[in-house]
């Protein structure tokens, strides 16, 4: 399985700031995904990350607010920007790939656990 | 589109007792399945997984889960359960076929007492 790294593994921050969490990853993959895990609550998808292009958003999340990066194919970053007391979550990056022995397998990293005041 | 429905929020249970966590979804096509277990304050960890072959699939540590394709149902069980088995667990589905997203039921916390 793939072996997956955040930083930082949890923050605190002030309402109005921004905070960008790293994912990284130790080997290439296809696809890398970033998940919101409200409190009590299930994973929603975020984005999907995309290497060279722009991200590809699910209903309910824009750019402007979750810009995310992935310049290289082990490496991405998420973005919560302007941040507000109803962004406090855990954020998790996620794999996928064919190529590594996890067939069809998606991977969690550890999750940065996000509370804004 | 997708859903996934796990029909306890909350399953209380004694150590040692038998367990069964359920799940549902919903899909005309062919799907893969997976449990992920997340124990307190900790990330997800994939516990088992139906990709094709036999419908029963098991993890390392006594888990079992078994796909019916009739009743849409993919729920996990244990005969025996530990202390170190609380955590919330979740069950999640994905249409085969190119890099579709996982879709996530609510969780069932699992909370086992002595």
């Known amino acids: 399985s793939a072996v997956i790294s955040q930083k930082p593994s949890r923050d605190i921050c002030q309402r109005g700031t921004s905070l960008t969490i790293q994912c990284q990853v130790d080997?290439?993959?296809?696809?890398m995904f970033w998940y919101r895990q409200q409190p009590g609550q299930s994973l929603t998808l975020i984005a999907t990350?995309?290497?060279?292009?722009?991200?590809?958003?699910e209903s309910g999340f824009v750019i402007d607010k979750f810009p995310i990066s992935r310049p290289n194919l082990t490496f991405s970053t998420l973005t919560v920007s302007n941040m507000s007391p109803e962004d406090s979550s855990i954020y998790l990056c996620?794999?996928?790939?064919?190529?590594?022995?996890?067939?069809?397998?998606?991977?969690f990293g550890p999750g940065t656990r996000l509370t804004v005041l | 589109a997708q859903s996934v429905t796990q029909l306890d929020s909350q399953v209380p249970v004694f150590e040692e007792a038998p367990v069964e966590l359920r799940c549902n979804y919903s899909s005309s096509v062919s799907v893969y399945l997976f449990w992920y277990v997340q124990y307190p304050n900790q990330g997800l960890q994939l516990l088992l997984k139906?990709?094709?072959?036999?419908?029963l699939v098991e993890s390392i540590n006594g888990f079992e889960a078994e796909f019916n394709k009739s009743q849409t149902s993919f729920h996990l069980r244990k005969p025996s359960v530990h202390i170190s088995d609380t955590a919330e667990y979740f069950c999640a589905v994905r249409d085969t076929g190119g890099y579709n997203k996982l879709i996530f039921g609510a969780g069932t916390r699992l909370a086992v007492h002595p």
């Open positions: 139906y990709l094709s072959g036999s419908t």
């Open positions: 996620s794999v996928y790939s064919r190529l590594a022995g996890g067939l069809d397998t998606q991977y």
């Open positions: 990350a995309n290497q060279g292009s722009e991200a590809t958003y």
């Open positions: 080997s290439q993959v296809t696809m």
